[in-house]
């Protein structure tokens, strides 16, 4: 007499046919986050060459998304939850984003370098927990 083995539970996959056809479309509009670029954006909000008027409001839109991209780093892992002064960076930085571009270029250069403060900030310390690589 020979026992009989239980049977061996199916495999499902984890995702279905739609949910990886979405993931698929967020890999494919993933931008990575290039620090170099990150440093060279806050270099020209905070430094001796203050972009020109033509500049002003294409820098402040990469700066607003650097800023929503950081945020996100500094809160994806469950297991380490983002400390208080990290939250209140993300919080900053959230109003700031929500801000309309003001018109005209001293008032839209005041808020790019608001942006590039905050997106400063919040990078140093996103290094600083090692969430995220400093740019050698």
Do not use: C, H, N
């Not at 007499?1 to 494919?28: F, G, I, K, N």
């Not at 780093?73 to 930085?93: E, H, M, N, S």
Request: overall charge negative.
């Amino acid at each position: 007499m020979s026992a009989s083995r239980p049977a061996e539970p199916q495999w499902t996959p984890p995702l279905d046919a739609d949910a990886l056809v979405r993931l698929l479309d967020r890999v494919r509009a993933w931008d990575p986050l290039v620090v170099e670029a990150v440093f060279d954006d806050l270099d020209m909000a905070q430094g001796d060459q203050t972009p020109g008027a033509d500049e002003v409001d294409e820098l402040a839109e990469r700066l607003r998304s650097t800023l929503k991209q950081l945020s996100a780093i500094a809160v994806a892992d469950p297991k380490f939850p983002a400390d208080t002064a990290t939250l209140q960076l993300i919080d900053r930085g959230r109003s700031l984003r929500d801000e309309q571009m003001p018109r005209g270029y001293r008032p839209a250069l005041g808020l790019a370098r608001r942006l590039s403060w905050v997106t400063s900030d919040l990078i140093e310390r996103l290094i600083a927990t090692r969430q995220i690589k400093d740019a050698d």
